[in-house]
């Protein structure tokens, strides 16, 4: 039976669907992009700006930046839940990729103050795009399941680093404008055309694991790292996101799904706030591992 004595809450780096958001009754934030001179809300419904038109601007050279979630935002969010009586799980962009982390524990405090009979319990995802979504959906079946906010805290800790985030961008010079690489190293990978195996690692860093030749070998090196470490694929949950790039997305879903029996692949689309940073056909993939 349904827990409704809370809500979930999350920010819109969770890359979930719009159908995700729906199934469990989540709640996200929209964070700030800003390209061609305008700044947008990155919604799950991309009410704003489609991904395809965001990814179209990225391959004719707009930049596009982002802006992490303030104290004060997360303030005005969070108070009508609290005003409602509702506690709050919020579920937070790795800390060690951004600082809105820090930014919910300022405003989780100052509300504490005003709602001191409310409970706001803030998670340090460690993850990353979709494997946040991944996170707060699992945590959104648990509150639907009847869970306690505090048994779903407890859950989440426990659970978060068996998350598996495995991704390959296609150009390697955003990964360079990140720090993530040398200016050298990216010139010579796309020479020699390289594309980097990644991971967030149990700190919830974004870590360079391999460098293979092509594409389509990243992405069997993506199915690869499933076969290495997922647990039960029958009972496993696997998520894709792509940023503008279904076909590669479905290609890596179709081997999966030939070589593994899994149940229907979920696939999402890399939103603008997390697309500045990994650029256009990004692919990722998450499930659930023995150790992430």
Known sequence: MENKDYVIITDSCSDMTPEMVANVDAKVIPMIFHIDGKDYLDYPDDREMSSHEFYDRLRQ???????????????????????????????????????????????????????????????????????????????????????SLEDNFEWGEKNKLHIAHWFTIDDLMYLKRGGRLSAGKAWMGTLLTLKP??????????????????????????????????????????????????????????????????????????GPVIGSHVGANAILLFYMTRKR
Do not use: W
């Open 197 to 270: 195996v990644l991971h967030v690692d149990d700190e919830g860093k974004l870590i360079p694991m391999e460098n293979v030749r092509g594409r389509k070998q990243a992405l069997l090196a993506l199915m690869n790292k499933f076969k290495e470490d997922a647990t039960d694929p029958s009972k496993n949950l696997v998520v894709i996101s792509h940023s503008d790039n279904m076909t590669d997305a479905e290609f890596l879903g179709k081997k999966l799904m030939e070589n593994f029996d899994i149940p229907p692949v979920i696939y999402t689309n890399i």
């Open 61 to 147: 050279g707009q930049k596009s930046t982002t802006a992490q979630i303030t104290p004060s935002t997360y303030v005005e969010f969070l108070t009508p839940f609290l005003k409602s009586g509702k506690n709050i799980l919020l579920v937070v962009f790795s800390s060690a990729l951004s600082s809105t982390y820090n930014s919910a524990l300022i405003a989780a405090d100052s509300l504490k103050a005003t709602f001191p009979e409310q409970k706001i319990l803030v998670m340090d995802s460690l993850s990353a795009a979709c494997g946040q979504g991944y996170l707060t959906y699992k945590l959104g079946l648990n509150r639907l399941d009847g869970m």
